[in-house]
């Protein structure tokens, strides 16, 4: 933690504005959660209906009741966990670099690392569609990132001097 402030510190000239993933995607998740709520108790309702008049079933009631509750108990830290993690995440653009936070570490990509800024319309429904090579790494953001479209913006804005930028990417992003 030591090392990520000390590397924080060569960027603090300049705060710039934090991107954070949309809140109508923090209210999907949490949506999400109350559904998987009711699943799981729809599931222990009907199992509850279709083998209540099962002799067996009487004795093991209270094992089942059980187990039920811990998955819906579980399914909720799980969720909330989750939740947490996503609320924290997000890209951070500074005078020197770029900072992502992904919940747990934080990322810094200074500008000089970067190389090329590539349009790949091959990326999975999550990621958006342009690609940034650094020196060491491949960047893709996250589609739910919240004003992605300036996020881009600002990145090309910082690197345009430094890497070379796909055609595609300067006709969508010609600010």
């Known amino acids: 933690m030591d090392e990520f402030r000390n590397e924080l510190k060569k960027h603090e000239d300049?705060?710039?504005?934090?991107?954070?993933l949309k809140q109508k995607y923090i209210s999907k998740?949490?949506?999400?959660?109350?559904?998987?709520?009711?699943?799981?108790?729809s599931f222990f309702v009907i199992f509850n209906i279709l083998f209540s008049k099962s002799s067996s079933y009487k004795?093991?009631?209270?094992?089942?009741?059980g187990l039920f509750a811990l998955i819906g108990v579980l399914n909720t830290i799980l969720c909330t966990k989750s939740i947490s993690k996503h609320k924290a995440i997000y890209y951070q653009?500074?005078?020197?670099?770029l900072i992502h936070f992904n919940g747990k570490k934080n990322y810094i990509y200074p500008w000089s690392d970067f190389k090329s800024i590539v349009k790949d319309a091959n990326k999975l429904d999550m990621l958006y569609p342009i690609v940034f090579?650094?020196?060491?790494?491949?960047?893709?953001?996250?589609?739910?990132?919240?004003?992605?479209?300036?996020?881009?913006?600002?990145?090309?804005?910082?690197?345009?001097?430094?890497?070379?930028?796909d055609f595609k990417v300067l006709e969508e992003f010609k600010n």
């Open 133 to 165: 090579k650094t020196s060491n790494k491949l960047l893709v953001l996250n589609k739910n990132i919240d004003k992605n479209y300036n996020l881009i913006a600002d990145i090309i804005k910082n690197t345009k001097d430094i890497a070379e930028i």
């Open 93 to 97: 653009v500074t005078n020197n670099a």
């Open 59 to 65: 004795s093991i009631r209270i094992t089942l009741v």
């Open 14 to 20: 300049y705060i710039g504005k934090k991107y954070f």
């Open 29 to 41: 998740l949490i949506k999400n959660m109350y559904l998987d709520m009711v699943i799981i108790l």
